[in-house]
């Protein structure tokens, strides 16, 4: 066990060390940015006063590899910086208008796209893999093939084209779904449930497919293998070999699939958050981007690149775990 | 609801049995029943009872009352335009078998439908977007004088349609039609110019550092591994915030900036395929025959490396294609990427979106939305069919 230890060690150093580097691809190219925020925040007619002030009350104006170890100390301790908002902004000038830091702004919207991947996982994982089965046992019917088309064609279409769909059918013409997610905090669990419900549907429809595809692969992959041959043999009847036999050894790659599209989730809201004005931080992340409030879109960045990177290396260690050819290297 | 739901399937259930009870019967035990699960007898059931709703709810589509009408204009326009694509897809694989060299008709011979559907729709697509400024009745950005603004589409007089704009007009009257049209243009051209350019960054650094190794191979290889640990899409935006402030004072358009960047973000998983089939290839003797001649890097790299790298490359076109034109509508929906007055489907969807909200009384004012989103998914679908029967094909035709 000690070796295993080894490597994940291993892996999760490696982790800490490309999301060091991300931080800093990050600040760099924040940095890029012509001119400063306080010359953004003040606009044309500022006094070179003013401006120096602000620059000085920011830390703007130290050298960019100051303010780097700064701004990174300061996100290891939880705190992000001052959002640059024009709402926030009248804090600087001394009219406090109870402005907020970007860490809490960014904390209730977080827990609410995590709660809307919790749901999506909740509904995708279950069916999809339910789905690979069955067409692994139905391979190369009618039902296979149909479900082959749908995955593809769902995989493959935008996202708004999918949510626009599901609001139509599902919210216009047959009024089951609010088309608005307007969760605020102190609602009810159902009533938040219901209310996150297209959206978490339309990320559904989008990350199914993958997963599906790759639980009927690695089925079949294993259905040469003479020890289900054993099993058909014995007279056992095929569900029973696929989900008895197969399914389990079959789990590993299916495991690494699901943690790669739960790392796809928490990207890809950002296109639904929009088209639902689902309050999660893909939305918050899509209007920092349109008023350029960089120390939001900064925060932003960084949390959806832990989140990735997290996810992928859970991927990565759970392969190693489930996989002995991999967890004794020679 | 729930209620009826229950007794559905249970009645389903019990049919199921039924109908497999009968088909022993009926057909003195053929295997195909005897040996029948009854998961596959209530699969046929359920299927049955699928498509019996679909009838049901076609006729309902073609109902004279209106508000019932309404209702399921949306699915009859989708099974009509299922029925349609299907046929055309069909018509296109008899003439495909018939028509042109031995090699095309071999080809066609051994095409799944979904594949001849994805070539049909490829080319219409192309010839739009190649011809857009002929087959369009009007400019992109024309605002024709005297036109109201938002004309329903459907060219209906009585439901606040005009017959000479179809398609109906936008916010701020336009041809929707012509703007569909010149989308082609301006959304896949440049989807697939960002495309081209992906691939040649990627592409070239990736041979080159199967080629060289060393030094080269390691840096570019660990510079990728950061780009790819940070998601495309939100990379993508927040470079686009960037460049949306230097775009204005260097004088180039945003979307000079957003080809740019697309194409060095989705140059990695490029980079990554070139250098994984290079090295593969870098090891063979024809090469180590080719450097002891005293071929230059050029020569070794696209004479000797790159056609012999095409089949896996090209799927890989296809693949990536997809990706960038979604990305390209995502980025131009949510408002960052092609910049008005150019038309987009992206832009359009995000303009006209609000008017789904009218389906139900007046389903013709909520297709213009979804027949820009539907534009979009129809090429990605059609892409992905024919790379998914091309990789099939390579894969030598097993499960």
């Given at each position: 066990m000690g070796n295993v230890l080894k490597i994940i060690l291993q892996r999760l150093a490696l982790g800490l060390l490309t999301l060091l580097i991300v931080s800093i691809v990050i600040f760099v190219a924040v940095n890029?940015?012509?001119?400063d925020f306080a010359q953004s925040i003040l606009g044309q007619g500022a006094t070179p006063e003013a401006v120096a002030s602000i620059r000085a009350d920011l830390g703007l104006d130290q050298p960019p590899v100051t303010r780097y170890f700064q701004w990174l100390g300061g996100v290891l301790q939880g705190d992000l910086g001052t959002s640059f908002a024009q709402a926030n902004f009248a804090s600087f000038t001394g009219t406090d208008s109870g402005a907020t830091t970007v860490a809490q702004q960014i904390a209730p919207r977080f827990a609410n796209t995590m709660f809307l991947a919790m749901v999506t996982a909740a509904i995708a994982v279950p069916f999809s893999i339910m789905l690979g089965v069955l067409a692994a046992l139905y391979r190369n019917t009618v039902f296979d093939r149909a479900t082959n088309i749908f995955t593809l064609s769902s995989i493959s279409s935008p996202e708004f084209f999918l949510a626009y769909i599901l609001i139509l059918f599902l919210a216009v013409l047959n009024p089951i779904f609010p088309s608005l997610s307007n969760i605020f905090e102190g609602m009810a669990f159902s009533e938040r449930l219901e209310k996150s419900m297209l959206p978490a549907l339309t990320l559904t429809l989008v990350v199914t497919a993958h997963m599906m595809r790759m639980t009927r692969a690695a089925i079949i992959n294993l259905l040469a293998s003479p020890y289900i041959e054993m099993a058909r043999l014995k007279g056992l009847s095929p569900m029973r070999v696929i989900v008895k036999h197969a399914l389990p050894n079959a789990l590993a790659p299916i495991i690494n699939v699901i943690a790669l599209n739960l790392a796809y989730l928490i990207t890809g809201v950002v296109v639904v958050e929009v088209v639902f004005v689902y309050p999660g931080i893909g939305q918050l992340f899509v209007d920092s981007v349109k008023i350029r409030d960089i120390p939001v879109v900064q925060a932003c960045c960084l949390i959806f690149a832990t989140a990735f990177i997290l996810l992928n290396l859970t991927a990565d260690i759970m392969s190693i775990l489930s996989n002995p050819r991999l967890r004794h290297p020679k | 609801m729930i209620l009826w739901a229950v007794i559905a399937l249970v009645g389903m259930a019990a049919l199921a049995w039924v109908f497999r009870f009968a088909g022993q019967s009926v057909t003195g035990n053929a295997p195909k029943f005897r040996d029948m699960p009854y998961g596959v007898a209530f699969g046929y059931v359920l299927g049955a009872a699928a498509l019996l709703w679909l009838i049901w709810a076609y006729t309902q589509g073609r109902s004279s009352e209106q508000a019932i009408a309404n209702k399921f204009f949306f699915l009859r326009i989708a099974i009509e335009g299922f029925i349609l694509f299907a046929i055309a897809a069909w018509v296109f694989r008899v003439l495909g078998r018939s028509v042109g060299t031995a090699w095309s008709k071999k080809m066609f011979r051994s095409m799944p439908l979904t594949a001849s559907f994805g070539i049909l729709t490829i080319i219409i697509y192309a010839i739009f977007a190649i011809f857009a400024g002929v087959i369009a009745?009007?400019?992109?950005?024309q605002i024709i004088p005297g036109v109201a603004a938002n004309i329903v589409p459907g060219g209906d007089p009585a439901l606040g349609g005009d017959p000479e704009f179809y398609f109906g007009t936008d916010q701020i009257g336009r041809d929707i039609l012509s703007r569909l049209i010149y989308g082609a243009q301006n959304t896949v051209g440049i989807a697939f110019a960002t495309t081209l350019l992906a691939f040649f960054i990627g592409g070239t650094l990736g041979f080159l550092a199967a080629t060289l190794g060393g030094w080269l191979d390691q840096v570019l290889s660990r510079m990728v591994d950061v780009l790819m640990a940070i998601p495309s899409l939100i990379f993508a935006l927040l470079l686009m915030t960037i460049a949306s402030v230097w775009a204005p004072q260097l004088g180039i358009p945003l979307t000079v900036f957003m080809v740019i960047i697309i194409a060095v973000i989705d140059s990695t998983r490029v980079y990554r395929l070139a250098r994984a089939v290079g090295q593969n290839i870098v090891v063979m003797d024809y090469i180590e025959a080719a450097k002891l001649r005293g071929e230059g890097l050029g020569y070794l790299v696209f004479k000797e490396i790159l056609p012999n790298a095409t089949a896996p490359l090209l799927a890989e076109f296809g693949l990536r294609f997809c990706f960038v034109f979604l990305t390209i509508a995502a980025l131009s929906f949510l408002g960052v990427?092609?910049?008005?007055?150019l038309a987009d489907w992206g832009t359009m969807v995000r303009d006209?979106?609000?008017?789904?909200?009218y389906a139900q009384f007046a389903p013709l004012a909520a297709t213009a939305p979804l027949l820009a989103a539907g534009a979009i998914a129809l090429l990605t679908v059609a892409v992905n069919f024919v790379v998914d029967w091309m990789l099939h094909k390579s894969s030598g035709l097993k499960e």
């Open positions: 890029l940015l012509p001119g | 009745p009007y400019g992109q950005e990427g092609i910049q008005p007055p006209l979106g609000g008017f789904v909200n």
